[in-house]
């Protein structure tokens, strides 16, 4: 409307990241690549809402000055991204070549990558592979969806592990999950939107899911300190790009989704 109005502008902030000294679990380390077990609440790079305190700011702390600088000046030796409550298995690249290497495999999919996921409910049938085209919602652009035509392709296979909470009656539908989801692509919110899709969106997940879960598992996310999506990249698998060895890395998950599955496991 007409009127006189006050524009507060923010003063600059510099486009490089700062290294800075967080703690940093490193599962492998060469002059080559490093590969480390991200926490959650960790961002993967800069990015609005998470400026400092990122992976990257840790990485620029911990290699110097050899990261690759493929990823641009915001991710420098960064190859793919876990969400910033996504815990688990990245690889990072120090130098370009590494780098390209790396990209090559993952556009590829000679990757061998395998998440931990506590789900609402269950996935039937218990074994399966999901493929559809994923992009952004029509309805909310902050939002990934599976659409009918445009976006992407994007695999995933999935095995469910365990159940809990079982029907006390006949027909009745166990209350909570523990799903293995192995990527075939890698698009973004990939398994959160098709664990969505098939009804189990991820326990913890404040953007894809759609609906509280019983009481019961509800007190369990409390009790367990769960304050995020409950996934966790647990397997990383790939060929050295320049050593051509073969690696494989795994991890369990963190305290949170542990706890968790411990009290689902009483229900």
């Given amino acids: 409307e007409p009127g006189i109005y006050r524009i507060l502008m923010p003063a600059p902030v510099a486009a490089d990241p700062e290294p800075e000294d967080l703690a940093l679990t490193v599962l492998f380390e060469d002059a080559h690549l490093i590969v480390v077990d991200k926490p959650a609440g960790m961002a993967t790079h800069p990015a609005p809402g998470s400026e400092s305190g990122t992976l990257v700011n840790a990485l620029l702390h911990h290699c110097g000055d050899s ?7 915001a991710r420098p030796g960064i190859v793919h991204r876990l969400d910033k409550g996504t815990s ?3 690889v990072a690249a120090k130098h370009d070549r590494a780098h390209q ?3 090559g495999l993952f556009a590829a999919h000679d990757i061998e990558r395998t998440y931990i996921a506590l789900t609402r409910g269950t996935l039937t049938p218990e074994r399966g592979r999901i493929e559809s085209r994923l992009g952004r919602s029509t309805h909310d652009r902050k939002k990934m969806a599976v659409l009918k035509t445009g976006g992407r392709e994007a ?15 006949a027909g009745g539908a166990p209350l909570a999950a523990r799903v293995a989801c192995t990527l075939h692509t890698g698009r973004t919110h990939q398994i959160r939107v098709h664990m969505a899709s098939k009804g189990a969106p991820l326990l913890g997940d404040p953007v894809y899911g759609s609906g509280p879960p019983a009481g019961s598992v509800r007190d369990a996310i409390a009790a367990a300190g769960l304050t995020r999506q409950a996934l966790h990249a647990a397997i990383l698998g790939f060929t050295h790009p320049i050593t051509h060895e073969p690696l494989r890395f795994e991890t369990s998950p963190p305290e949170d989704m542990t706890a968790l599955q411990a009290r689902l496991e009483t229900l």
């Fill in 155 to 169: 695999i995933t296979d999935y095995v469910v592990e365990r159940i809990f909470g079982l029907p006390a009656k």
């Fill in 101 to 103: 290497g790396l990209t």
């Fill in 67 to 73: 990261l690759s600088g493929i990823g641009g000046v």
């Fill in 88 to 90: 688990g298995v990245m």
